[in-house]
Structure formats: C-alpha cells, structure tokens
C-alpha cells in the first residue's frame, strides 16, 4: 500500500537527506526506485525505506537488484506507468490527521472550516477511485480543476499535499448545502450550522459523507430517534452514535484502553462498548442491552457538526430503509429516503463506492471485525498459499465477497443481506469495481452449498456464462477454513458456531465440531438436532423453537408451550408441524439454542433483528457466576445413532438443570451467565474427546456466536485449562462476513491439490 499515503515524497525526502540520485514512479505493481550513490547511503536507504514508512503505508515486499550506475546528478519523481497488472491496492479510506484538524479549526488558515481538506496521511481513498494506479484523473476529484495555491502544494515535494489526490480548498473544490425533501435548496449562509439548528430541533437529517449518506437525529431526543425508527421500519436494532471526542465516548461508556485505540485508529470504526446508565442518551438508541455502538468524526464535514457546542451525541445510521444498500448519489437519496429525512446535508463530490461504516468490539481481548467496511476495504488479507484467480461470493446473509490472486484474498465492503434485487445490484456493481481495480479475471467460482442462497444460484449462472468452473464449499467449513488461513494452521478442531449452514445432509448445521483441513473436513460432533417449525419464522419467533427443543428434551406440549410463552392454539399447530415434519427442518444451531434458551429465560417471544435473542442473553448475564454452571448445564457428548457418524451433544440434562432452576426462583442473569458456561464445557468436552481420537491440540473458534464475547472468552478459557491451541479471528469477521475469505482459502487448496 505505497500509492496515496504519501510515500513518494518521503522516498523523496529520505533520499535528498542520504544525499542520491535517481527516480521513484508508481505503477500497478507498486512503487519502483531507481537510486545511486555510496554503499553506505545506499544501505541506509534502504533501511529506512521501511523503518521510517509514512502511518498509512504497508509494505508487502521488496525486491532489490542492482545496475551500472547512470551519472543522474539529483533525484526525481517521475509520472505514473498505468501499464502492467495490477498487484498493489488503493488505500482505504483515512480519517482526518491532526494536522488537517488543526487547519479545519484556524480562523487564520484558508481551509478554515472547509468540509473537504485533506492530505497525503488522510481523507477519501477507495470510495472515489476508479481504478488503479491511485491518481487524481482516476478519480471522482478529476472535475475539479485546483487553483493556483493548491496546485502549488500538489507539485512540491516538501509539501504534504504533494500528490494529495483529493487536493481542493473552497475556491476549487467540492462544496456542501442544504436541500428539503423535494429537491429545493434551502438558503443558507452556512449550511453546516444550519444543519446543527434543525438536528437540536428535532428533525432527521441525511448527510452525505465519505461512503454514503447517515440519517443523523440527536441522540438525546427520545421522540426524535423513535421517528427516525419508525420512518427507517428499524425498531428494535441498535443504532450506533458519534460523539465529538475521546473525552465525550467516556462520558458515555466504560472503556478499557484497547478499546479506546480502536476508535483513535486512522480506520475510525464503531466500536461496541458498555454503555454507563443515564448518560444522556436516549433508551431507545439501544434498547435492552447494555452495549452501545460509538464512533468519532471521521471526515472534515462531521467533525465541523461537532464545532457547536449543543451537538454532544448524534445517532448517524446508514441511509437506507432496513436491508437496502446505503444510499450514495443526491437524485438517489431524494428517491429513496425523501419520506425519511426532513432535509439534506449534500455535496458534489461523487461517491463511487457504496462503503458502511466499519464495527468492531473488543472480544477476549483481541480487536475482532464484526463488519468489515470503510477504513479497511479494498486492504487485502494474506493467505497461506498462493491462490489463482478466484471470486468466492460467500453467503446470504451480511454478504461480503472475495476475489483472489496470489497470497492476497481482496474482500469486498459489507454489501448487507442479499435478500432482493436492490441488495444483488450492489453486489454487481461492487464486484464490477473490485475487478476492474485489481485487474483480476476469476477462473473458477466459489459458492455456498444452500441451493436457495441468491449468491449460490447467481454464481452458478455467471460462472455458466463465462464457462467458468464452480466449487460448493459447506458453510462451516468455510467457517473453521478461514480462521485457519488467517494463522496459516493445517488440520485443526474447529468449533463452528453460528445460526444457519446448509449441511452435507441436507439440515440445518450450527453447533459444529469438526475435523477440518485446508481442502475438507470430517463432522467429528454436533448439538442435538431438534425441528425447526416454520423454517425462517422460528428465526423471528424464538417461541417456536423453544417450544421445539422442550419437546425434544421430554416435555408434554402444555408445560412446553406455556414456558415457552405459546398461546394453546398456536403450541397446537406447532405440536402438528413437528409431527409430520411439514416445514421443520431438522437443525443443530447453537444460535437456535440460544432463542430457545432466551425464550424461556427472558420472555422473548418475537425479535426485530438478526441475533437479538442471543445479544439480550449475553446483555443479561452476571459475571460472578461465570464458573457455576459448566458442569450441570453442559450438554452431554453421547455416540451418535449411526454406527462410525458423528458424536452428538445432547441437552436434556442442561434443560433440566436450567428449568430447575427457574422453579427455584433463581435470578434469570445468574441462569444467563451458567448456559454461556455450560456451551463452553460442552464445546470443550466435545473438542477434548477428538484430541483423543486425532492428537490435534489446536482448536479455531469460528462462526457468529463467535461475536458473543462472554462465550468467547469462557470457551477460550475452558480449553486452554485443558492445554488447547486456540486460534481465534482477527482480520476478518467469524461470522458471514468473513465466509468468503474461508471460501477462497479452501478453493486454493484443491486447486493447488489438483
């Protein structure tokens, strides 16, 4: 990553200091130097060249040969060379430096609140570029011819403008105003401020940032996040909020100092926190849990917002209505979000690349990518093997594509759930640009073995158009593959745990324990599957599955539905369902466990959003009962029914000891905390019993109850007592967002097999 970090003009630098000659020129493969002088110089170039890289390089390789030397009597930076493949990457996108903040906030300086400086060590990369090599023709600042003064600055080396692509100021550059829904500018003398008076008063606000638009209220107005909810049919899942500074996030959550350099790094995630109570920020921006999603300003015109000293907390959510694609272009907005906002903050510098925000929370102790978008799209991730050009298109849900080439995996910004035409648009256009960016033509394809995945049945007909070759890869084994190929591991135990995966024998997987290598896997273990009644229903409707897992566990329909919070009638239907399997696929998900157990401890009939069953358990348990619990509410490894099939993990007896426990008026926080522990003990038991059949002493932790941090850290623990390896996620997401990279890691092996 050495194109629009400012690297040219550090090598520059360094080399008029070590007193050489020669050139520097960007192509696509990198950065090329040309460079002549004493040994001594010589080497100490060479040494600083990577010791002293500017803060947003990255360094893969280097490659060093040597010539007759030319006679060049100075050094140069040359013109770029767009000729050649692709190999290097466009930078993410940065958040404002300390310099250009200080320049945002001088009276004195021209950029005084100027919502588009920049420089070389920050501002938009990837969601204005078109292609590489990373310069400004190629990108969306091409229409914006820079004046003199800026010019200046782009031209001279010493400068840290020096071929800042997005170089502009207010008397060349973008501009920002305001506009009411149906499409009429709103006078404004400022429009900035004028957006500051309509937040504080209530109204909902679509902003147009670096990779998209936010629909931003005020954090604090419970009335006005209730109207942006109802408007954006977003009802229960949380919202994230940015506050002005490291000072303000504490005044809100409880950080611990890793989670505090995570929100400071140049990426600017949102970052999961405890929330402190009655802090100023309305309930309903996070309703039942103790977490809440904060952020810092990222971009000039968001840090200007904060320059009022009224505005604390804002609620900036991605533009779009619930599963739709954010919304990036002005005409766009107006169309799709008109009967959301009350006004638009707009500007003329075009986005061309959709990118959310990126989440991130602090799980056991490592930094781990819930989503992994702006900040850190298109960087690539490294993978164990070479890998010849390859698109894996991942899942359905939080979809995330890869494209591959050599030791890099290139995973595309969170596209969302492929749930419609709109979210599979998205992933077009996305891949489109990925492709054209890296000059990368796939020769074979790789999907996801659920034949009902809109990924899986796109994939199929594009690669049939291009007579290309497909590959079907089992969700969980992607799942175990990818944390794997993040820490290079061969055969490895992997504890595949999320909420949905089309097995090998036609159920639903999801509480898995496998043997797993880089090009297949063994099903050593699983929960004990129980009927799904409704299939996707019973994912909306925890009640039904713990109607199901009572029934399975023994109980007679009354008891069970009334635990389970079932009306008679509704409990009947379901009871028939079961019977003749009709719409009841057989599933082994922990995150099904987890509806089910919430159900009954908590009340929880019907959910709003993807996972908020398990979110409210975790919320809910105490940490004092963290060791209380493994032992009685563990599920039981059992001999699977078929002579030589997998081990089975059975729950009867983690029913009975949590019912027990609710008859005995126990604190529901208290049975909350001991099922996190038992699923560790039985993770562990299960992982402990193939260390005897295999001698594998390394475990991966994979899949999206993997976010669940309390189960994280205990099943870590759990298995390290017993002298495990564990392997845990850290540059992709364990859950569906991080599919794709396992898909290309296992496709790489049996290709590299073949």
Not at 36 to 47: D, I, Q, S, T, Y
Not at 57 to 63: G, L, N, Q, T
Not at 524 to 541: C, M, R, S, W, Y
Not at 680 to 695: D, K, P, V
Request: hydrophobic share 45%; proline share 6%.
């Amino acid at each position: 990553m050495v194109q629009g970090v400012g690297f040219r003009p550090f090598v520059y630098r360094i080399a008029v200091e070590e007193g050489l000659a020669g050139f520097i020129g960007n192509d696509t493969g990198g950065v090329t130097i040309e460079v002549e002088g004493p040994v001594e110089r010589l080497e100490a170039f060479r040494r600083r060249l990577q010791e002293e890289a500017p803060p947003l390089a990255r360094i893969d390789s280097v490659a060093v040969c040597e010539l007759q030397a030319g006679g060049d009597a100075a050094f140069h930076i040359i013109a770029s060379d767009a000729a050649g493949q692709a190999s290097t990457g466009i930078p993410a996108d940065a958040a404002t430096c300390v310099d250009c903040l200080r320049e945002l906030l001088d009276p004195s300086d021209r950029r005084y609140r100027y919502p588009f400086l920049n420089c070389t060590n920050c501002g938009p990369r990837f969601t204005i570029t078109h292609r590489i090599p990373y310069d400004r023709p190629q990108t969306s600042m091409a229409r914006f011819k820079m004046c003199a003064a800026c010019q200046a600055e782009y031209d001279d080396p010493s400068n840290r403008r020096f071929h800042a692509q997005p170089n502009a100021c207010p008397v060349c550059g973008p501009r920002v105003w305001l506009v009411a829904p149906n499409g009429a500018e709103i006078p404004a003398a400022d429009p900035v401020k004028a957006t500051v008076d309509r937040l504080m008063a209530g109204e909902i606000v679509a902003i147009k940032g670096i990779g998209g638009f936010h629909l931003a209220v005020n954090a604090a107005n419970e009335a006005a996040v209730m109207r942006l909810r109802e408007r954006k049919h977003r009802y229960g899942k949380p919202l994230a909020v940015m506050v002005r500074d490291l000072d303000a996030a504490r005044a809100i959550c409880e950080f611990v100092d890793e989670e505090e350099s995570l929100l400071q790094t140049v990426s600017r995630p949102i970052v999961l926190a405890r929330r402190r109570v009655e802090r100023g920020i309305a309930d309903c921006v996070a309703p039942g849990i103790p977490w809440i999603g904060v952020y810092l300003p990222y971009a000039p015109l968001q840090h200007l917002l904060f320059v009022d000293a009224r505005v604390k907390a804002l609620v900036m959510t991605s533009a779009n209505l619930s599963e739709e694609p954010i919304a990036i272009d002005n005409d766009e907005a107006l169309a799709r979000l008109g009967k959301i906002a009350d006004a638009f903050l707009m500007h003329d510098r075009e986005i061309l690349q959709r990118c959310d925000d990126s989440v991130m929370a602090l799980v056991d102790g490592v930094p781990q990518l819930i989503r992994r978008a702006r900040g850190f799209v298109p960087l690539s991730v490294p993978l164990p093997m070479n890998a010849p050009p390859l698109l894996a298109v991942g899942g359905h849900l939080k979809s995330v594509f890869a494209l591959t080439r050599g030791r890099f995996a290139y995973q595309s910004q969170h596209l969302g759930d492929l749930e419609n035409i709109t979210g599979l648009d998205f992933f077009r256009e996305a891949l489109a640009h990925m492709m054209q960016t890296f000059e990368i033509e796939p020769e074979a394809v790789v999907h996801d073995l659920h034949p009902g995945y809109l990924s899986t049945s796109w994939a199929k007909e594009w690669a049939a158009e291009r007579g290309l070759p497909l590959i079907a890869v089992q969700h969980h084994h992607a799942h175990i593959a990818g944390c794997m190929a993040e820490h290079a591991l061969d055969e490895t135990i992997g504890l595949a745990l999320d909420g949905t995966g089309y097995g090998t024998d036609g159920t639903i997987w999801g509480g898995e324990v496998l043997i797993a290598r880089p090009g297949g896997f063994q099903r050593f273990a699983h929960l004990e599957p129980i009927p799904l009644p409704g299939g996707d229903a019973a994912v909306k409707e925890p009640w039904r599955v713990a109607f199901s897992a009572l029934r399975a566990a023994g109980m007679e329909p009354e008891q069970a539905a009334q635990l389970a919070g079932a009306e008679p009638e509704q409990a009947r239907i379901v009871e028939r369902m079961i019977e003749r399997k009709l719409n009841a696929p057989m599933t082994s998900s922990l995150g099904r466990l987890f509806d089910a157990v919430a159900a009954v401890v908590l009340g929880l009939r019907v959910v709003d959003y993807e996972a908020q069953a398990a979110i409210e358990l975790e919320g809910c348990a105490v940490d004092e009962d963290d060791g209380k619990g493994r032992k009685e509410y563990a599920p039981e490894l059992r001999e699977g029914e078929e002579h030589g099939g997998p081990h089975v993990l059975r729950t009867n007896h983690m029913w009975e000891a949590l019912l027990g426990d609710l008859r005995c008026g126990e604190d529901p926080r208290r049975i909350a905390a001991r099922f996190h522990a038992g699923v560790a003990e039985g993770m562990m038991n299960a992982a402990a019993s193939a260390r005897i059949e295999t001698g594998i002493n390394r475990v991966a932790l994979s899949g999206g109850c993997m976010h669940n941090r309390r189960l994280a850290r205990l099943l870590r623990a759990v298995l390290e007592e017993e002298g495990f390896q564990v392997f845990q996620h850290s540059k992709v997401s364990p859950g569906d967002g991080g599919l794709s990279y396992g898909q290309a890691a296992i496709a790489a092996a049996i290709l590299n097999r073949r």
